[in-house]
């Protein structure tokens, strides 16, 4: 089986939850925004694309510390899908980032573009 890798560098949205699980290890869930050019018959528009991104151990201890909505963050990870089935019979599925790192690139209010 093959692993999609991505890298990303956003601003984070969210920080949605930190817990520890049973077994003791650190655990984060976060939202991250990416823009993107589309085009609308002649013309352009952005476009905002919202990513969940979990993060654990270390990197999410960190992330809980300095952390908040706004950050400017460079995200490399894993792309996995969420599948489940909706209330209405439908096969859903939801993009997610496993993170093997997080960098904050510059502190809110300091964005550097």
Partial sequence: M????CSARSKTATLAKF???RAGTA??????ATDRRV???DT??????WHRVH????QAEACARMGHKGLL???EGSLMYDRWTDDEGQERRSPQVIARS??????RGNEAG
């Fill in 102 to 107: 997080v960098s904050i690139l510059a502190p």
């Fill in 2 to 5: 093959s692993r999609a890798y």
């Fill in 55 to 58: 993060l654990f151990g270390k």
């Fill in 19 to 21: 817990s520890y699980s």
């Fill in 27 to 32: 655990w984060m869930r976060l939202s991250v």
């Fill in 73 to 75: 963050v460079g995200i």
């Fill in 39 to 41: 085009r609308d018959g």
């Fill in 44 to 49: 352009w528009k952005d476009a905002t694309d």
